[in-house]
């Protein structure tokens, strides 16, 4: 088992740039699949990024060129650097891991079997 807390988030203009962090405790992350969601209001929790056991990364359209998924393997903890921030990224943001009891699709949220309880980023206009 493993308990994930997200932070970093907060309110910032647009244009701005925020780091969030996934903070792993109870088992060391560095082998497996983990992955960032958000989910803004009235709508469905939306994949944003992910990082495979290789570091191989993956990146939803929508954040290509302004987010970067990384680990430090060191500190347990994972991060999602973004930038050029718009309203439309404003959402509740959630870090998640595969143990091995998710599916095999990196941006299905059935792909992750653990979850953190999410840090909220709220882009002004």
């Known amino acids: 088992q493993v308990q994930l807390e997200e932070s970093g988030g907060g309110l910032v203009q647009a244009g701005g740039s925020l780091r969030l962090s996934c903070a792993a405790s109870?088992?060391?992350?560095?082998?497996?699949?983990m992955g960032w969601f958000r989910q803004a209001p009235g709508k469905e929790r939306e994949f944003v990024a992910a990082?495979?056991?290789?570091?191989?990364?993956f990146y939803t359209d929508s954040v290509k060129g302004r987010c970067t998924i990384s680990r430090d393997d060191g500190k347990n903890t994972m991060y999602l650097q973004m930038s050029s921030l718009a309203a439309d990224d404003t959402a509740v943001y959630y870090c998640?891991?595969?143990?091995?009891?998710?599916?095999?699709?990196?941006?299905?949220?059935?792909?992750?079997?653990?979850w953190g309880r999410g840090t909220q980023v709220t882009v002004s206009s």
């Open positions: 109870g088992r060391t992350i560095s082998s497996y699949r």
């Open positions: 990082i495979g056991r290789t570091g191989i990364t």
């Open positions: 998640a891991v595969n143990l091995g009891s998710g599916g095999i699709f990196y941006s299905r949220a059935s792909g992750y079997d653990y």
